[in-house]
């Protein structure tokens, strides 16, 4: 069995990686055009921040770990067309600029994403950014070393990890979104009027509602971000608005969303059966909604890549869907969500109720305490939990974990008042917060 791997981040490392494993008889070849591989793009802000000092401590394989299961890693190959009716790729080596055919039997696409770059007046300056892979990061690090005005264009999660980072360096920091508030996607208003407090508290500047139209500059380099609402200084500008999947090798080949997400199925096969995709470049069934939704993570990309390999040859392991779960650190705050916010959910035309609880996590008495914020949306006639978002300055993140399950497993809210969950002193109160939120949506 040939099998020919395009990409090779997350879900393509996860995928070459246990297929190696499953099938030792297997020919597996990656081609992957950076010269690097398994890079944790996540861990970008904490590298900016100095949080991680080494880079390379960032990556989780590499290609000679891909050799010594058996897999060819091909660096520095661009693939340029795939026949999915012949079942061809066309390559081209980089380094040596010699263009070849290569044949397979199965073809794994995890081409992930590339951040959504506008055209407007002035990208062409110098020090506009993208923040995606390892080269941008080292790029942010050496052109933030002269920088003392930084304006960062996306207030999702990588925008906001970025913003408090560029803080703790010293920067001047402003934050543009043409959304009215941060981390609109991820968290309702109690949750982000709190976060927003705390990042002007710090002196970061939000200009929120507005949208970026051109970048002005002098001798080349930005000076520049001029929105619908004004103009704001900037010796750096950091571009954090989103997403695309990479798949245009497959376009018009196979089944993909408007935005070009390619639609697998549950075992991440294509509509070709030989072709199998994973990872950012994927859409993938978002259970709350039932419906396929493209919602690039790196926890999402390593399970899809799993899975993958488990699949390969005959249908084994099926994907159960996402949530989306996802957690972030600011500053002293632990936060994280799962599932649809309360305004995503009405935006999709659901009928939803939701319970907000703010209370000690843990009982007063002991010597310390802090409180939590905890919110579960639920549907209103059936009580199925949609989601769920919870912040403090102890870590409840994995509170959220557990309510991923329960969307998961399709809970109702009056299930969740009574889970068995423990209670001692140092962790909880008699009634876990969790519980809280049920009881409290019964009227108990």
């Not at 055009?33 to 989780?60: K, M, P, Q, T, W």
């Not at 079942?87 to 039997?105: A, C, K, M, N, P």
Request: proline share 3%.
């Amino acid at each position: 069995m040939k099998v020919i791997v395009i990409g090779c981040t997350h879900a393509g490392t996860a995928a070459a990686t246990q297929m190696a494993k499953l099938y030792p008889e297997a020919r597996i070849t990656v081609y992957e055009r950076n010269d690097n591989i398994s890079f944790l793009s996540c861990g970008i802000a904490l590298h900016v921040g100095g949080v991680v000092r080494n880079a390379e401590d960032l990556f989780y394989s590499n290609p000679g770990k891909l050799a010594e299961l058996g897999v060819t890693a091909r660096m520095r190959h661009d693939v340029l067309a795939v026949d999915t009716e012949a079942r061809t790729v066309r390559v081209r080596d980089l380094t040596t600029g010699e263009t070849r055919e290569d044949t397979y039997d199965k073809l794994v696409v995890t081409t992930g994403s590339w951040p959504i770059v506008p055209k407007m007046e002035g990208m062409e300056l110098e020090n506009i950014l993208l923040c995606k892979n390892y080269g941008h990061a080292q790029t942010i690090i050496q052109k933030a070393a002269g920088a003392k005005r930084v304006v960062v264009v996306g207030a999702g999660y990588i925008g906001i990890e970025l913003v408090e980072a560029f803080e703790q360096l010293g920067k001047r920091v402003t934050v543009i979104d043409n959304t009215p508030r941060v981390l609109y996607k991820y968290l309702d208003r109690e949750f982000t009027d709190k976060v927003e407090t705390e990042l002007e508290a710090r002196g970061i500047r939000l200009a929120l509602g507005q949208t970026v139209t051109a970048f002005a500059g002098e001798a080349g380099k930005v000076t520049r971000v001029v929105t619908t609402k004004g103009q704001y200084e900037a010796d750096m500008v950091i571009l954090c608005i989103g997403f695309r999947p990479n798949t245009e090798l497959l376009k018009n080949q196979v089944d993909m969303l408007p935005n070009g997400a390619i639609v697998v199925n549950e075992y991440m096969q294509t509509s070709k059966p030989d072709v199998f995709a994973a990872g950012d470049s994927c859409a993938i069934r978002y259970n709350p909604t039932g419906q396929a939704a493209y919602i690039p993570l790196a926890t999402n990309a390593v399970r899809m890549g799993t899975l993958v390999a488990r699949n390969l040859v005959k249908p084994t392991t099926k994907y159960l869907g996402t949530q989306g779960t996802s957690g972030i650190k600011i500053f002293d705050y632990n936060i994280a969500s799962t599932g649809l916010t309360e305004q995503a959910a009405l935006d999709a035309g659901l009928n939803v109720k939701e319970i907000t609880i703010e209370d000690s996590y843990r009982p007063e008495f002991m010597p310390a305490y802090e409180k939590a914020l905890l919110k579960v949306v639920y549907e209103a006639e059936s009580g199925r939990i949609v989601g769920a978002q919870v912040l403090s300055k102890a870590d409840l993140t994995q509170s959220i974990n557990t309510l991923s399950v329960c969307i998961q497993n399709r809970m109702t809210i009056e299930e969740l008042g009574f889970v068995d969950f423990f209670f001692q002193p140092h962790y909880n109160k008699p009634w876990n917060l969790l519980n809280q939120a049920g009881l409290q949506a019964l009227g108990v």
